[in-house]
Nanobody, 117 residues
């Protein structure tokens, strides 16, 4: 089993910044990707960004240019720097990892990000 623990959520004003962190522990094995998803009230969970073990990144169009994902392989951790936050970024953000060889999904419990004045 793999455990994921997120931190860094909170309340921020529009235009502000937050940094989310996620640390993986347990029977990690070989991690293929680490990433972030989010789920706003009444909406489906959606991909925000992911990063591969080699450093390749992918972002949702809605966050490109504002969010940056990074990874520390030695610490089995992934980070999401969120700048220029908008009210529509309000959601519970979930850390995700896909573990080889079968790209099995593991999820954190989520951290709430609220963007409001």
């Amino acid at each position: 089993q793999v455990q994921l623990v997120e931190s860094g959520g909170g309340l921020v004003q529009p235009g502000g910044s937050l940094r989310l962190s996620c640390a993986a522990s347990g029977s990690i094995g070989s991690i293929a990707t680490m990433g972030w998803y989010r789920q706003a009230p009444g909406k489906q969970r959606e991909l925000v960004a992911y990063i591969t073990s080699g450093g390749t990144t992918n972002y949702a169009d809605s966050v490109k240019g504002r969010f940056t994902i990074s990874r520390d392989n030695a610490k089995n951790s992934v980070y999401l720097q969120m700048n220029s936050l908008k009210p529509e970024d309000t959601a519970v953000y979930y850390c995700n990892t896909k573990v080889l060889p079968f790209f099995k999904d593991y999820w954190g419990k989520g951290t709430l990000v609220t963007v409001s004045s």
